[in-house]
């Protein structure tokens, strides 16, 4: 979303808001894709939103496509979410509550430590809404963007509570999973489900493409898993020097708990110690196998795993036939085998709905497995 | 497929393949996925197949779902596949190379060095099909697993070339693309794409696991990056001893260079080299951008991308509007946002449908970009 702030061309505008009597206000900070579809979500539930950004392009923008009502900054505003770039969400945060004096503020940085060490009014709740891209612009905004998705909630001990129930509330209004952590724990966690594991998969592929100079063929040998593994590494860059500045102590720890445990590999490899390389693997099969899918999911959710070929047609006329039978599919992937292309397109629907998908399937000649997800 | 050998109890049998005259012969060894899909595909392009393993019912299964003509071993074969595990790929090849006196032998162990050091039979060529999965049973055979697939051939010196044009010639009728290297590269680049990322995504997963432990919220954090990279470490764990002994020397030294790279990025992280970062993350990027996808795509193949979101139905409107449309689906990939579960689906169609595509999408409310595959 570029560089943002409160910006002191934007003057306090009201664009046609006419008989917006009663509802409540809130303010925006930085119109991109974040900000825009906090905007969006908002209005989609009643309430007025105003939007500041550095750049009155990209107001003018997010007016345009419906994230805010208007340009500018509202002093009625009861809430104002601070949606730059990480670097300066703590200078724009402490900003807003010079210009809010009476507002909750609260912010979308990705690492938390460093905005609530610097930013300590009570009024002020540190934010992380996992869902997006920091780097994506406001014509991608989403008024549902944040359903189902988990938005980490970092109070202080000198967190005014009221102000902190009044962020819960307002973000879980958008359809988001509120979790709250301590600043520290977040950045630790992040750093070992998302930034170390992307510095990780950008070392492998750059080891790859190393090795592909020197010998074209390797890359006819990188099947699926490899690019299941690599495909994060594909993702722009440009946020990746500020997170790793800000979220620097963590990431190293995780760094140094990665290499610790690669060494440990290592030493059971060269032993030849088979019963501590299938105790690891089937550790980590066991918590992969595990992993919670979307939590948006319906209760009885269930995973229907089918086996097909990359070959044209054979996914097409799976979800075509789910399609037409009106299932409603949740999540979908596809699990690559080690080697090769072909896979097992995991689709999870309804519970309700797999007998009836597992009879269609099978009268098209298609194998498939079910099981209720989370078992 | 279990172990398996030249069995002692497996007579020559000819059940039932009357009328099969003039076709060629080959032998299987090995009723797994692998040997039932090779015996499948040749039995497709009009050879006659007979198949042993050490089970008697896996070789009758292998017969009744049409994956061989008949059980036991037929003196009169051409060509023998050894398709049984990895670690007894070398002995029961050489068993065959005795039993077969003028027959070409050819492998499938995912390791060649191992074998090709044991097995130097100017008649032998060591072979690795990159496809499926040793671990399945024959029940998923499938005459065309190899239709696309690259087939790793590694001939030695010492190697009849008429037996490795045989071995050539006959898998790529199977359909694959046959791919000539020496052993130890073969097993360098196999470690660098395939055994080394396998192991580093089970350490991710464990070390993600234990602070799990201390920590459920972990988990929720956990978004479709994490799960797109630890993804393979779902996979079965049995293949994996034998692996890493078999490929030890390799393995250990894509470990080590690993460990160097990650260490370099500790080095960047600590010192804050935005620059170095940003060119590391860059390199890694472009090379993932530019991995290439399906060998089998068509040669005018383009990418389609669309915003979704995992909202139920998603998914399935658009890849039923493309069945509707009777556009063929080559590959479909979900390339989710580092954080969150907004993702982009990447469908890879025939570039000459990329039109009516983009207008179909577009009339349903989808936004979509299309850039040729490979650009």
């Known amino acids: ?27 925006v900070v930085g119109a991109g894709l974040i900000g825009g579809s906090i905007g969006a979500g908002l209005r989609a539930r009643g309430w007025s939103v105003a939007v500041a950004d550095l750049d ?12 805010a009502d208007r340009s500018g900054y509202d002093p009625a505003a009861e809430i104002v979410f601070v949606a730059v770039p990480p670097s300066s969400c703590a200078e724009v945060s402490l900003e807003a509550l010079e210009k809010f004096p009476s507002a909750v503020v609260t ?28 780097q994506d612009g406001v014509d991608g905004s989403d008024p549902d963007m944040f359903v189902g998705a988990t938005w980490v909630l970092t109070p202080e ?3 005014d509570p009221v102000a902190f129930a009044t962020v819960r ?8 999973n509120v979790v709250e952590l301590e600043s ?15 510095l990780t998969a950008a070392t492998l592929m750059n080891l790859a493409a190393v090795a592909a100079d020197e010998n074209a063929t390797l890359l006819r040998l990188a099947a699926g898993g490899f690019r299941d593994m690599t495909r994060i590494a594909a993702g722009g860059s440009a946020i990746w020097p500020d997170i790793c500045a800000e979220n620097r102590d963590a990431i190293l720890d995780v760094l140094d708990r990665l290499q610790g ?18 105790g690891m693997l089937e550790n980590a099969r066991s918590a992969r196998v595990n992993l919670p899918g979307r939590l948006a999911e319906p209760e009885t959710a269930a995973e229907v795993r089918v086996v097909v070929t990359d070959r044209p047609g054979v996914l097409a006329s799976v979800t075509t036939l789910l399609g037409e039978m009106g299932v409603n599919i949740w999540d979908l992937e596809i699990a690559h085998s080690a080697e090769g292309e072909r896979g097992v ?4 629907v309804d519970g309700a709905a797999t007998e009836a998908v597992r009879h269609a399937l099978g009268e098209r000649g298609f194998q498939c497995s079910i099981r209720p997800v989370g078992s």
Chains 1, 2 share one sequence.
């Open 56 to 67: 009155d392009s990209r107001c003018r923008r997010a007016v345009e496509i419906g994230s």
């Open 1 to 27: 979303m570029g560089s943002a702030g409160i910006v002191g061309s934007a003057a306090v505008v009201d664009a046609g808001d006419e008989g917006d009597t009663g509802g409540r206000i809130a303010q």
């Open 345 to 348: 397109l995991v689709v999870v």
């Open 261 to 278: 445990s690669l060494t440990q590999i290592r030493q059971v490899v060269l032993a030849g110690d088979r019963a501590a390389l299938l």
């Open 184 to 198: 520290w724990r977040h950045d630790q966690l992040v750093a070992l489900v998302s930034h170390v594991p992307h």
């Open 107 to 134: 912010d979308v940085a990705s690492v938390k430590r460093v905005v609530v060490d610097k930013v300590t009014d009570a009024r002020f709740v540190g934010g992380h809404p996992m869902a997006g891209s920091e």
């Open 169 to 176: 509330s307002v973000v879980s209004g958008l359809g988001a």
């Open 157 to 159: 001990p000198g967190t």
